[in-house]
T-cell receptor, first 114, second 112 residues
Framework: KAGVTQTPRYLIKTRGQQVTLSCSPISGHRSVSWYQQTPGQGLQFLFEYFSETQRNKGNFPGRFSGRQFSNSRSEMNVSTLELGDSALYLC?????????????FGQGTRLTVV | AQSVTQLDSHVSVSEGTPVLLRCNYSSSYSPSLFWYVQHPNKGLQLLLKYTSAATLVKGINGFEAEFKKSETSFHLTKPSAHMSDAAEYFCVVSVFNNDMRFGAGTRLTVKP
């Protein structure tokens, strides 16, 4: 069974640009969550999608957005990139949205903003 | 609101000695608790989870954790460290809607 796939693995962008990251969940998983990982702030929850609907959102500015398609694949977009957006972005998928449901993580997309 | 505090940012042990990574949680509701491990340049892998069944939870690679409600703790232990255990470990609390709150992480170093 294929795991969670995130593309691209590495990305370098210039301040002010926008970027789109992609996440393909494990087959059959309908919930996809996104996290930002930085040395200073650690792992922070961005948002969660379930059946194409954003059901939960972390404390990030509106420049961070996402969507989920009917096949459960998800994308997140960051507009007007800032240097502080440099981070490892992790995607996690799970079967449902229960509190004790295991989340499976992808290897992440490392975004560098210069 | 729920949160976790990992009491040590860095733990160093010698190979073959016990490992103890400490985690305290705060939650208004009955929580689910997880430990994840992250090796360099890798995603996170689930070690074990507590979901209100047994308070002593056994995970992969010889790790286990004990849920202590009176102490609001969920410490991770392993009897004997292996070089391959060197990684970053995250304690996680989840209440609902897959809103997982991560601790700051504990970096485990294993000396030969």
């Amino acid at each position: 069974k294929a795991g969670v796939t995130q593309t691209p693995r590495y990305l370098i962008k210039t301040r002010g640009q926008q970027v789109t990251l992609s996440c393909s969940p494990i087959s059959g998983h309908r919930s996809v969550s996104w996290y930002q990982q930085t040395p200073g702030q650690g792992l922070q929850f961005l948002f969660e999608y379930f059946s194409e609907t954003q059901r939960n959102k972390g404390n990030f500015p509106g420049r961070f957005s996402g969507r989920q398609f009917s096949n459960s694949r998800s994308e997140m977009n960051v507009s007007t990139l800032e240097l502080g957006d440099s981070a490892l972005y992790l995607c996690a998928s799970s079967l449902d949205r229960g509190r004790d449901t295991e989340a499976f993580f992808g290897q992440g997309t490392r975004l560098t903003v210069v | 609101a729920q949160s976790v505090t990992q009491l040590d940012s860095h733990v160093s042990v010698s190979e073959g000695t016990p490992v103890l990574l400490r985690c305290n949680y705060s939650s208004s509701y009955s929580p689910s608790l997880f430990w994840y491990v992250q090796h360099p340049n890798k995603g996170l892998q689930l070690l074990l989870k507590y979901t209100s069944a047994a308070t002593l939870v056994k995970g992969i690679n010889g790790f286990e954790a004990e849920f202590k409600k009176s102490e609001t703790s969920f410490h991770l232990t392993k009897p004997s460290a292996h070089m391959s255990d060197a990684a970053e470990y995250f304690c996680v609390v989840s209440v609902f809607n897959n809103d997982m709150r991560f601790g700051a992480g504990t970096r485990l170093t294993v000396k030969p």
